[in-house]
């Protein structure tokens, strides 16, 4: 979990600093320097107290022997954080540098100051690694860093030498090196370096791993540093469920390529991580989008205008009815799909005025020649849910089943009988509609589906061998039906 307290752990330094002479041990790690903490960037510390100062003007070079004043001995701490290794080597760097200069870093600051509060302690030296001139000329410190992190000597050279700049811009261009550097400037308390890799990794893309390790960087930043980084990977508890609503709006209402993108959309819901979170956005949708076919209808199929406006106004609402249509069903596919549809079939089986309005629609002729297929495309959601239930899919309640057929039956009834010659495919889908609906009957008790199957008369033809869906389901009821009734087991 990303922590988002406020109250940021302090930078303490954790690294190893040593010297040779047990009496210099208080040059290096002094009671003053293990209590520093990060105050402004323009702060420097003096007799053991932190002052604003400007940056000082940087005349001298990174690594110059002839000016510096002060050797630092760079090794790798394979044990204890105070332990050195007593022999120069691959894993062991000596660098010169400059007092004025490492007084950027509030930890050298410090550390240059506690010697200066001592000044009769002499310099800690090791002699197998710095000869005696050099001890009376310069400042010899001893710094060890960690033996868990790669190219850590590398990555604190670099920090170094970016004490003698201000232009961080060639060093830090891409996340890797921000993330390399940001732990040692924070070590080393660099106020600049600190500032310059958080803004840069905050502007830039990161791959998944960089993600990762900015994750476990955060911890160690300030508030202020930390709250545009925590901004771009954390959000609110429900965000992710606005942001999928938002997608399926776009999706079929707003795109120009809009099968190119509910397919993209299908595939984010269908791979979303949580199931009930994907429930509630198509839910939320499907409601919303119901609800503006039934007004729709509503609307057409009692108007309350008159006058030359009405036609216009009818024709919209028909437009309207059917561009909407095209959606719900778009959004019981994909409800279907995950399994989730169980809600929509509930509220889809309670419409008595939206069907009996879609029939008085369906009787005028009048969307024939605007919306042909107005009628197929309600009854394909019809069909949808319908075979879901069918197939276990969705595990309807039995009074959910019964509405679901009684409320749409006629319906059914209505568009074969008003069926539209321009659109043979409907055919097909009330054929398909018939059977599954008389199946949905066959698993109702026998009073309710006596009194639906009476109304699936309809779907006889002219040769009753046209129609073995409607003799199958009455030879199973009048089977059941002429049953004799079972008697309950008498052991006594």
Known sequence: MIPTNPKKRQRVPHHSTSTRHPSSADLTRSDSSQKLRRTNSNASFNDGVFVRRATPAVSSSFNDATTADVILRLYVDHDTPFAADDSAGEDDVQIYLHSDVLRRSKYFAALLSDRWQNPNLNNGVDSKNNNNSNCSRFICLSFGVSANKPNSISNHETV???????NFTSVINNVSTALDLLPVALELLFEDCVKACVRFIEAVPWTEEEEKRVIETIPFLR????????SRITAEDDSCEDMLHGLILVAIHNHPNMAFVKAFVAKLLRDFSSRESARRVLERAFEETLKIVKESLEEYSSPDFRGDETEAIQRLN?????TNG?????????????RVADNAVKEWSEQPAFTADLQRAIRDDAWRNIVPGLPGILMKSTCKLANAVTAGTILAAR????????????????CKDNASPLLPSHKTLYLELEQTFLRIISTL????????????????????DDCPHLVTAFNTWFRRATRPP????DDG
């Open 486 to 489: 079972q008697a309950d087991d």
């Open 445 to 464: 008790p026998m009073s309710d589906s006596q009194e639906l199957l009476q109304q699936c008369l309809s779907f006889s033809t002219k040769n009753v």
């Open 160 to 166: 170094l030498e970016l004490l003698y700049t201000d």
């Open 326 to 338: 095209r959606h719900l069903l778009w959004l019981v596919e994909r409800m279907v799909e995950l």
């Open 223 to 230: 508030e202020e540093e930390s709250r545009e980084l925590l």
């Open 399 to 414: 009074q959910v089943r019964m509405k679901l057929v009684k409320d749409w039956l006629p319906v059914l009834i209505v």
């Open 318 to 322: 028909l437009h309207t009815a059917m």
